[in-house]
């Protein structure tokens, strides 16, 4: 997946997964960090669900 400034994701940090914002991208690589005040999830497709919710794109099961 190729990131996009201000794109948010997921990624698993110990047992949880937890949403990022991409904050630099460029040819070579990205730079995300922690979205402050967003829970630490559990369940993979949660995490998804609400990345989806954040960068406004629409949920297909």
């Known amino acids: 997946m190729t990131l996009k400034k201000g794109q948010y994701h997921y990624g698993i940090k110990g047992r949880f997964y937890v949403i990022y ?8 690589g990205s ?3 922690p979205v402050q005040g967003e829970p630490s999830y559990t369940d993979p497709q949660a ?15």
């Open 47 to 61: 995490a998804c669900r609400r990345v989806y919710q954040l960068n406004g794109w629409k949920w297909r099961n």
């Open 31 to 33: 730079h995300s960090v």
């Open 21 to 28: 914002q991409c904050v630099e991208a460029t040819d070579t």
